[in-house]
T-cell receptor, first 112, second 114 residues
Framework: KQEVTQIPAALSVPEGENLVLNCSFTDSAIYNLQWFRQDPGKGLTSLLLIQSSQREQTSGRLNASLDKSSGRSTLYIAASQPGDSATYLC???????????FGKGTKLSVKP | NAGVTQTPKFRVLKTGQSMTLLCAQDMNHEYMYWYRQDPGMGLRLIHYSVGEGTTAKGEVPDGYNVSRLKKQNFLLGLESAAPSQTSVYFCASHLGPWNTGELFFGEGSRLTVL
């Protein structure tokens, strides 16, 4: 069974810190890797999409990398702000039904 | 600029009742999905559709039915609700092609079955 694991499950940092969220996946067959943000009581918002042929994507203070050989992706957040507090989920494209396989997320809290 | 819209946003049912959740997207997307999100379980795929008139089972399809009569709408039905179906349901869509492209989510529908 394909799995996507996110560690840690929760993370608390002071404002201004740079931080890294981790995502690992089984099965090297991958179409893409997406990172999402979910605010409490809300849906998921796509942050970054890395195709299997790419190694990283950047958007503002966010940078996501993909290493297919090791089955890992990281989301780097620079100069964290309280507004970054949310749950971050990664999802691997390549499920047996063509769907995304989601991790359970990392709940990030950025303290002022 | 509506994107993906789910109705209703909240619903309380009694065991055995039936209901339908509606998902509508205005982005002309071919692919639509229904997920459920439960604490400690993450997001799990219920059913999906790769185009108008098509549906397929996902990871946890039992107790649910779906229909895609129009390209923009994807309906999720509960025939006889059970407490185990208490969850937050999310609809998502993307343009394709298959398994590529950014996935857009609705705001979710919170269902409680008593």
């Amino acid at each position: 069974k394909q799995e996507v694991t996110q560690i840690p499950a929760a993370l608390s940092v002071p404002e201004g810190e740079n931080l890294v969220l981790n995502c690992s996946f089984t099965d090297s067959a991958i179409y893409n890797l997406q990172w999402f943000r979910q605010d409490p009581g809300k849906g998921l918002t796509s942050l970054l999409l890395i195709q299997s042929s790419q190694r990283e994507q950047t958007s503002g203070r966010l940078n996501a990398s993909l290493d297919k050989s090791s089955g890992r992706s990281t989301l780097y957040i620079a100069a964290s702000q309280p507004g970054d507090s949310a749950t971050y989920l990664c999802a691997k494209g390549g499920g047996s039904q063509g769907n995304l396989i989601f991790g359970k997320g990392t709940k990030l809290s950025v303290k002022p | 600029n509506a994107g993906v819209t789910q109705t209703p946003k909240f619903r309380v049912l009694k065991t055995g009742q039936s209901m339908t959740l509606l998902c509508a997207q205005d982005m002309n997307h071919e692919y639509m999905y229904w997920y459920r999100q439960d604490p400690g379980m993450g997001l799990r795929l219920i059913h999906y559709s790769v185009g108008e008139g098509t549906t397929a089972k996902g990871e946890v399809p039992d107790g649910y039915n779906v229909s895609r009569l129009k390209k923009q709408n994807f309906l999720l039905g509960l025939e006889s609700a059970a407490p185990s179906q208490t969850s937050v349901y999310f609809c998502a869509s993307h343009l394709g092609p298959w398994n590529t492209g950014e996935l857009f989510f609705g705001e979710g529908s919170r269902l409680t079955v008593l």
